[in-house]
């Protein structure tokens, strides 16, 4: 079974500090795919990456997929109170079966 | 468009009731899925549908069933609820497997 792990599970840090979160598997994925995920809400996709070493900016965040396509992380510059919420990785294996990660709930303090 | 629409919001069930989890989607997508969200446990796919008349299973479909008579209709049928199937459901759809998935705002299930 493929497994999506992600880390840390919770985060708390103070509005304006830098973070970093990772997604980790011992499989290659096709593509990888970072969503997020407020209270009550579905999750929204952020992002897609396809390509091995690939980097995509939204603004104050950076992805980055691992060179061997087993990885990726999110970068959050300057955190806002905003940014708070659940972040999801969902990778395409290759079955075509989307499989996702248990997520990192993260909370921005004011 | 209204993208994905989910019924009810919420709804508790006794043991062995059966019910129905609509979903509708309005953007044409071919493909649509339903996966359950446990506290701290991220999302299990139940069962996806690759287009109207096929669907198949996911990772978790036991105690579930869909149908997929329509491109826009993806109902989930639970036919004998047990505890263990407490949880919010989130019914998504996507163009093609590689691309965003759209989902609907969940529904929470409580079986009493």
């Known amino acids: 079974t493929q497994l999506l792990e992600q880390s840390p599970q919770f985060l708390s840090i103070q509005e304006g500090e830098n973070l970093t979160v990772y997604c980790n598997s011992s499989s290659v994925f096709s593509s990888l795919q970072w969503y997020r995920q407020e209270p009550g809400e579905g999750p929204v996709l952020l992002v897609t990456v396809v390509t091995g070493g690939e980097v995509k900016k939204l603004k104050r965040l950076t992805f980055q997929f691992g060179d061997a396509r087993k990885d990726s992380s999110l970068h959050i510059t300057a955190a806002q109170p905003g940014d708070t919420g659940l972040y999801l990785c969902?990778?395409?294996?290759?079955?075509?079966?989307?499989?996702f990660g248990k997520g990192t709930r993260l909370h921005i303090l004011p | 468009n209204a993208g994905v629409t989910q019924t009810p919001k919420f709804r508790i069930l006794k043991i062995g009731q059966s019910m129905t989890l609509q979903c509708t989607q309005d953007m044409n997508h071919n493909y649509m899925y339903w996966y359950r969200q446990d506290p701290g446990m991220g999302l299990k796919l139940i069962y996806y549908?690759?287009?109207?008349?096929?669907?198949d299973k996911g990772e978790v479909p036991n105690g579930y069933n869909v149908s997929r008579s329509t491109t826009e209709d993806f109902p989930l049928r639970l036919e004998l609820a047990a505890p263990s199937q407490t949880s919010v459901y989130f019914c998504?759809?996507?163009?093609?497997?590689?691309?965003?998935?759209?989902f609907g705002p969940g529904t929470r299930l409580t079986v009493l």
């Open positions: 998504a759809s996507g163009l093609v497997v590689r691309n965003e998935q759209f």
């Open positions: 549908s690759v287009g109207a008349g096929i669907t």
């Open positions: 969902a990778g395409l294996n290759r079955d075509d079966k989307i499989i």
